[in-house]
């Protein structure tokens, strides 16, 4: 079955510092990949997906991610980190191909940024 | 365009009151989705639906659940007997292409807090 693995629960960083959440995903063939983010009391954000085309994905606000076959991960990062930034976010994973109509999210990582 | 509306916003329920929750997904989505979101989780799946066909529910915890979407837009989440382990917040989603299989991302509400007293 799919699922996907978010290290740390909550990751806190300094303004303008690297910013780097961690996902690991478990399938058979490579599934389509996703990053969501949700504010305070709101809906999820799609962030950015991978669906099997360039390994390097770019996303808005300025977070990318690489897919890692050789490590099955998707890991999500941003160069500076912004205030703006903090918020929730979830990895989520998608099989291709496939009737599953559904996709399965992580546990989410709580980002907050220091002043 | 306006995207995808959650009401009622709020909704405390003693234990044992049904609830019914709406979800307006976006005009001309084909795919809806429901979640249940319990504090500190990631969404769970709960049921899917293209147009209004039910073509999902594996994800609905009890025979108390029950979702539908009759004309294919406007869905709505009901809870019988609400019990204090369906306290999460229901967010509903809704997709441009047929299940998630596609390039179509999944568009979502902010959600219903549902709070069983």
């Known amino acids: 079955a799919q699922s996907v693995t978010q290290l740390g629960s909550h990751v806190s960083v300094s303004e303008g510092a690297l910013v780097l959440l961690r996902c690991n995903y478990s399938?058979?063939?490579?599934?389509?990949l996703f990053w969501y983010v949700q504010y305070p009391n709101q809906g999820l954000q799609l962030l950015l997906k991978?669906?099997?085309?360039?390994?390097l994905v770019k996303g808005i606000n300025g977070f990318e991610a690489e897919f890692k076959k050789s490590e099955t991960s998707f890991h999500l990062t941003k160069p500076s980190a912004h205030m703006s930034d903090a918020a929730e976010y979830f990895c989520a994973v998608n099989p291709p191909y496939s009737s599953a109509s559904k996709i399965i999210f992580g546990s989410g990582t709580r980002l907050s940024i220091r002043p | 365009g306006a995207g995808v509306s959650q009401s009622p916003r709020y909704k405390v329920a003693k234990r044992g009151q049904d609830v019914a929750l709406r979800c307006d997904p976006i005009s001309g989505h084909v795919s809806l989705f429901w979640y249940q979101q319990a504090l500190g989780q990631g969404p769970e799946f709960l049921t899917y639906f293209q147009n209004e066909a039910q073509l999902d529910k594996s994800g609905l915890p009890s025979d108390r659940f029950f979702a539908e979407r009759p004309e294919g837009s406007v869905s709505t989440l009901k809870i019988q007997r609400t019990q204090k382990e369906d306290s999460a917040v229901y967010l509903c989603a809704s997709s441009l292409g047929r299940g998630q299989t596609n390039n179509s991302p999944l568009h979502f509400g902010n959600g219903t807090r549902l709070t069983v007293t």
């Open positions: 399938s058979s063939v490579p599934p389509y």
């Open positions: 991978y669906t099997s085309a360039a390994t």
